[in-house]
């Protein structure tokens, strides 16, 4: 078996996740088609607009897995959102990874950092969507086990009459607990010891990234956050209850707005509106 670094590309005007109840049914998603795939997640991270993968499988397996994956999470966004084929155009990029050197620290200390980069917290262990809090933890994982949950509430757990292995914990805010399918031991293994992993997380590409970006400061809050408050900013200031009813006036001033109330970035702003950046430029400059 090998191992794959698999990410989709970030979509700039929408997102995968809406609320924390799509994060929860995120994390779902990747124990169950985890579990029927017989893929082996060593880390990975759900972030609003994107998603992350170190996986070890068979050649023939990766695509199958994150194939799947869009699949299952994209018929739960249809049903909630009636949006259709939501993810069929996300890309995705798939990169073999050696065992060899040091490229699975590296690959690992990069999907952990996400968060960091993008602002959201100060630290790896305090982003609940992926793996940030599994490795090295002093923290013992609990949970009511899969398999003594009734057939319904396991059913509107994964979304599927298929199930997760009984053994897997569900936690208290109703997700899956990554540390139940994620192979912990190999990658604390890879690492040795705590400080390594600190180590290459501090040294992280995505850090640099984020030091090397060319537009300013990261956005200030999540896109849940923005997303969350849209309905009542656009019935507050142009008592109008959806975003397809206002004027392309309106829209410029409701991203002023976005940007002033949220510290909104132009990415930010083309995700959580669902417009291209080269048009909430334009509505931009119109106001």
Request: with cysteine; proline share 3%.
């Amino acid at each position: 078996m090998k191992y794959y670094f698999v990410t989709t590309k970030q979509l700039k005007d929408s997102v995968w996740f809406r609320d924390e109840d799509d994060f929860k049914v995120g994390m779902n998603a990747v124990a169950l088609i985890a579990s029927l795939t017989g893929v082996t997640v060593l880390a990975f991270v759900l972030m609003s607009n994107h998603v992350h993968f170190l996986i070890q499988c068979w050649p023939m397996d990766v695509d199958y897995f994150i194939n799947e994956l869009k699949r299952h999470y994209s018929r739960y966004v249809r049903n909630k959102y009636g949006i259709k084929e939501s993810l069929r155009r996300n890309g995705v990029q798939i990169q073999e990874v050696d065992s060899e050197g040091e490229s699975l620290e590296k690959i690992i200390a990069y999907i952990q950092m996400n968060p960091v980069a993008a602002g959201i917290c100060l630290y790896p262990n305090q982003y609940r969507w992926g793996t940030g809090k599994c490795f090295f933890s002093e923290d013992p994982f609990t949970g009511d086990s899969f398999g003594g949950l009734c057939r319904l509430r396991q059913k509107k757990l994964v979304h599927s009459k298929k199930q997760v292995p009984d053994n897997y914990l569900v936690c208290k805010d109703h997700y899956i607990l990554p540390e139940s399918y994620v192979d912990v031991e190999s990658v604390e293994k890879i690492f040795r010891t705590p400080k390594r992993m600190s180590y290459f997380q501090n040294t992280s590409s995505k850090i640099k990234q984020k030091l090397d970006m060319e537009e300013t400061v990261s956005p200030h809050f999540q896109d849940q956050v923005v997303l969350s408050a849209l309905g009542d900013l656009t019935l507050a200031l142009f008592r109008k209850d959806s975003l397809s009813s206002l004027t392309d006036e309106e829209k410029g001033e409701l991203l002023r707005q976005i940007k002033y109330r949220f510290s909104s970035n132009i990415h930010q702003m083309a995700r959580v509106i669902g417009l291209e950046y080269d048009e909430v430029v334009r509505l931009l400059d119109q106001v």
